[in-house]
């Protein structure tokens, strides 16, 4: 595809429950992104990946999340044993090189846990 | 403490009104990126500044990147209700991985 694409768009989820949310970047981007979104806040890291350097996983905020990126294209963030304060907005982004940072965001996943 | 600081976080304006907001850094960048974020979307890349110095235009959006490197300013002249959303900077510091400021949610009342 042209852009960024993120699947599902919405997913409501009941607490405990394990969620996955995919990502498909644009094509032949070797950088991926992860972020979380709370309503009215800015971007928070969770992890990055670089080709086939180990993955950045810094910003992820309890080992309940995990995320994978298969042959260097899709990448699926796993959430397990979800809670109500995962509720959030989570952002993929993918850009071409480490020299060319220039980020293409998709338009997101919404997940709500109830 | 963020690698780079934007400020102010919240700017509330009227139509017309012009506006600064500035992205601070103590680290030196090679290029820095301005995102805006509209409600429901995804941030969408605005511009990169390249050149300590330089200034870009689009539109009434003016993008000026510090001579040292370290800070960029983003100036909004006549502003109108659709530039409302959440403006944020970007940079990769020596080849490490895109980092982004806390960014500035900017309302434009008509």
């Known amino acids: 595809g042209a852009g960024v694409s993120q699947s599902p768009s919405n997913k409501v989820t009941e607490k405990g429950k394990d969620v996955e949310l995919r990502c498909d970047p644009i094509?032949?981007?070797?950088?991926l992104y992860w972020y979380r979104q709370s309503l009215g806040q800015g971007l928070e890291f969770l992890i990055y990946?670089?080709?086939?350097?180990?993955?950045?996983k810094s910003g992820l905020p309890s080992d309940r999340f995990s995320a994978e990126r298969t042959g260097g294209s899709v990448s699926t963030l796993t959430i397990q044993r979800t809670q109500q304060e995962d509720s959030a907005v989570y952002l993929c982004?993918?850009?071409?090189?480490?020299?060319?940072?220039?980020?293409?965001f998709g338009q997101g996943t919404r997940l709500t846990v109830v | 403490t963020q690698l780079l600081e934007q400020s102010p976080q919240f700017l509330s304006i009227q139509e017309g009104e012009n506006l600064t907001v500035y992205c601070n850094s103590s680290?030196?960048?090679?290029?820095l990126q301005w995102y805006r974020q509209e409600p429901g979307e995804g941030p969408v890349l605005l511009v990169t500044?390249?050149?300590?110095?330089e200034v870009k235009k689009l539109k009434r959006l003016t993008f000026q990147f510090g001579d040292a490197r370290k800070d960029s300013s983003l100036h909004i002249t006549a502003a109108q209700p659709g530039d409302t959303g959440l403006y944020l900077c970007?940079?990769?510091?020596?080849?490490?991985?895109?980092?982004f400021g806390g960014g500035t949610r900017l309302m434009v009342k008509p």
């Open positions: 982004a993918s850009s071409r090189s480490t020299a060319n940072t220039e980020a293409f």
């Open positions: 094509s032949g981007h070797t950088a």
């Open positions: 990946f670089q080709g086939n350097s180990a993955p950045d």
């Open positions: 680290s030196v960048f090679s290029s």
């Open positions: 500044v390249v050149t300590g110095g």
């Open positions: 970007a940079g990769a510091p020596a080849g490490n991985m895109l980092t």
